[in-house]
């Protein structure tokens, strides 16, 4: 009998990230049935339930189908509704070798942290985390963009149309700030400007990792990644070519949801029950103790 | 309440109320003697009818006041026990030893005086490599700490009453490291954190009553039956000063037992006996200078034998921890430092090429000792042991 009978044929990932909640339902082909995305912020920590409950809408399923639930990112650990959770490492690193087998380095930009990952054979084998600074990492990029008044999406492509990026010395974001701020008095073109903080960012970055073994191929995800600049800048401070997935935001959520699947293989592989928990599509308690 | 956890509840409540021993003996007439860090000569004190009490910082405990005299890129555990001192949590102190066991602590040490004076202050300086002239310094340095303190005590210290003392002292070393047999077994009968929790309490109290908690705990602990549960992971834990429950809670609770560690409120003050010897200030001095194995003492050059063979010079430096990995059959280790450690933080990449010589997975985690600090090292735990498991 094929194994795949005995189970529900969904597995969701939940990402809770600083600044986004993803979530994610592949079917038993790893095929990508939904996913939804949404913020995080302060009102909507709670509501990831909601996130899940848009993401089964979208595939018209229910939750009792849905065969394992992992929850990572860093509000992974009060996720009521999840079978397991799994840190956002090992998710983005399972997530990243889904769309390139051939991954070695993996470099994720999220909102309020960055990470490199170490990768052999699709498994995380070291990592660094920066989670201390704000350089580094989305928020660096959302101060700058607001003290140029400019939307943060729009950043990467007026960067591309800079001839002289501008060299930034402060690697911290408020001080990076007034540089910023006295480099427009001086009349120095945006897009110079622009293309300036896209290396800075990089560069500080690109010295993190290099505390791995940086091996092509190099994947960059996040919603950072989203940033043509900011790709380009790291292409150019690591010197070699960077992978970017088509949504690179869904990496770890789709990482997540397959961790859950191979977790339930293994187990009916084993003639063992799924590990499930007693579970609910209830609210986040967030930060309780 | 069974009363089966009677001695692991006694050293949880001297844990959490650390000074009670210490203000009572100070109440009786006692004077008591601060000392920071395990190269303060615990030996010559008790000898001398002083009290010893270890200090530490504290990280639940934001540090405020320190600026006022050290710099913020510095030691965070010594900005917090300055911080503390300044704040009076250690006003009940008669005297103070610093010893010269790192730069932090020795700038500490004459920031301390200028800002917190106490009766006695001994800065004890020890040299940081082994040959027979640094072994001759140091017993100088000693000798000297011997006159001070026989000063403030106000009698002289008899070889015997110092003998003696060893001896006792020597009794807490052996059944400290008979607590650690018992983590031996899968699952331990004790963990990490109860462990910490018991090292930390002995570092309060007198050595006798010390000794007789680890009689309590050792007995006792064999036959409870809520003990740790048994886990995947079975961790090595090497770390400079782990003085707080949580950074211990914190990785166990990522789902792993701590089985042994190479920390200074864990085994490796406890590791090796001092040599009884006939002028016992030898005995003292071989045992500080060569047998603590710190990342501050620089060890290649093993006494007698100075060879420049690295192979050699890491099995002398490390070989101690493969003896751990083997017989409390460690599959992981974590190397845990506080930001801004320079002795341990150089020491991290021979470690970690130790390690791997052994073919012993390990990770290099940073905290910054706050409460802060605990979900960062949360995830980079567990993202550890996900790497042990998949």
């Excluded at chain 1, 399972?94 to 769309?99: E, K, L, P, W």
């Excluded at chain 1, 060299?167 to 945006?190: D, K, M, R, Y």
């Excluded at chain 2, 009940?92 to 920031?111: N, R, Y």
């Excluded at chain 2, 106490?118 to 082994?130: A, G, K, Q």
Aim: charged share 25%; proline share 4%; net charge negative.
């Amino acid at each position: 009998m094929n194994p795949m009978n005995s189970m529900n044929p969904y597995f969701a990932g939940v990402d809770i990230g600083s600044t986004m909640t993803k979530v994610v339902v592949i079917d038993t082909e790893g095929k990508i049935r939904s996913r939804v995305i949404g913020p995080t912020g302060a009102e909507h920590r709670q509501l990831a339930n909601e996130v899940m409950q848009q993401a089964l809408e979208q595939a018209n399923l229910s939750f009792d189908e849905m065969s394992y639930v992992v929850a990572t990112g860093y509000g992974r650990l009060n996720v009521p509704f999840a079978d397991r959770q799994i840190t956002e490492l090992s998710c983005h690193a399972r997530g990243v070798a889904s769309f390139f087998p051939s991954v070695r380095t993996a470099i994720d930009i999220g909102g309020q942290d960055s990470k490199g990952l170490e990768i052999k054979e699709g498994k995380l084998i070291d990592f660094v985390m920066n989670d201390k600074c704000a350089a580094g990492t989305g928020r660096f990029l959302e101060v700058l963009a607001a003290a140029l008044n400019l939307k943060v999406e729009d950043l990467g492509g007026i960067s591309l149309k800079s001839t002289r990026k501008v060299n930034i010395s402060s690697t911290c974001t408020v001080f990076a700030q007034q540089e910023v701020v006295s480099l427009l008095s001086e009349g120095v073109p945006l897009e110079d400007i622009i293309a300036g903080l896209h290396n800075a960012m990089a560069s500080r970055i690109v010295r993190m990792i290099k505390r791995l073994k940086v091996e092509p191929d190099v994947v960059l995800t996040g919603g950072v990644a989203k940033n043509i600049g900011v790709v380009r800048a790291m292409k150019e401070n690591l010197g070699c070519a960077v992978l970017v997935p088509e949504d690179p935001l869904l990496s770890g959520a789709i990482g997540a949801a397959i961790l859950g699947k191979e977790l339930t293989l293994k187990a009916l592989a084993k003639g063992e029950p799924i590990p499930r928990r007693e579970r609910h599509l209830e609210k986040v308690t967030f930060f309780s103790s | 309440m069974t009363g089966e956890n009677k001695g692991l509840t006694k050293a949880k409540e001297i844990y959490q109320d650390r000074s009670r021993r210490a203000k009572e003996l100070k109440a009786g007439g006692k004077k008591i003697v601060g000392y920071n860090c395990i190269y303060s000569p615990l030996e010559m004190m008790a000898a001398l009818d002083l009290e010893p009490y270890g200090l530490f910082g504290d990280m639940r405990e934001p540090t405020s006041k320190a600026d006022r005299g050290l710099p913020t890129a510095f030691c965070p555990i010594m900005r917090s026990l300055l911080d503390l001192g300044l704040k009076g949590r250690y006003d009940f102190l008669d005297g103070m030893v610093m010893p010269h066991s790192c730069d932090a602590i020795e700038k500490t040490a004459h920031v301390w005086q200028c800002l917190i004076p106490v009766p006695y202050f001994h800065f004890l300086d020890i040299p940081c490599t082994v040959h027979e002239e640094s072994l001759e310094y140091f017993k100088g340095q000693l000798i000297d700490l011997k006159k001070t303190l026989e000063s403030f005590a106000g009698k002289e210290l008899s070889s015997e009453k110092l003998r003696k003392a060893i001896e006792t002292y020597n009794e807490q070393r052996a059944l400290v490291r008979e607590l650690y047999d018992l983590r031996k077994p899968d699952p331990p009968f004790i963990s990490g954190t109860e462990s910490l929790q018991v090292i930390k309490a002995l570092m309060s109290i007198p050595v006798e009553e010390g000794n007789e908690l680890l009689r309590q705990v050792i007995s006792e602990v064999k036959e409870r039956k809520n003990g740790p549960q048994k886990k995947a992971a079975r961790l090595l834990v090497w770390s400079h000063i782990l003085d707080d429950v949580a950074l211990m809670e914190t990785i166990e609770g990522a789902g792993a037992n701590v089985v042994i560690d190479d920390c200074c409120v864990g085994r490796r003050a406890y590791q090796a006996d001092i040599d009884i010897t006939e002028d016992p200030l030898d005995g003292l001095t071989n045992y500080y200078l060569t047998k603590i194995a710190c990342a501050r003492t620089f060890r290649e050059a093993v006494f007698g034998e100075t060879k420049k063979d690295r192979i050699a010079d890491l099995e002398s430096k490390f070989g101690y921890m493969k003896d751990y990995v083997n017989e409390w059959n460690v599959n992981g280790a974590v190397l845990l430092l506080v930001r801004f450690c320079d002795p341990f933080g150089f020491e991290v990449t021979e470690v970690t090429d130790y390690f791997n010589s052994l073919d012993l997975p390990s990770t290099y985690l940073e905290h910054g000792y706050s409460e802060g600090s605990l979900a960062p090292l949360r995830t980079r735990a567990q993202a550890f042991l996900e790497t042990l498991s998949s």
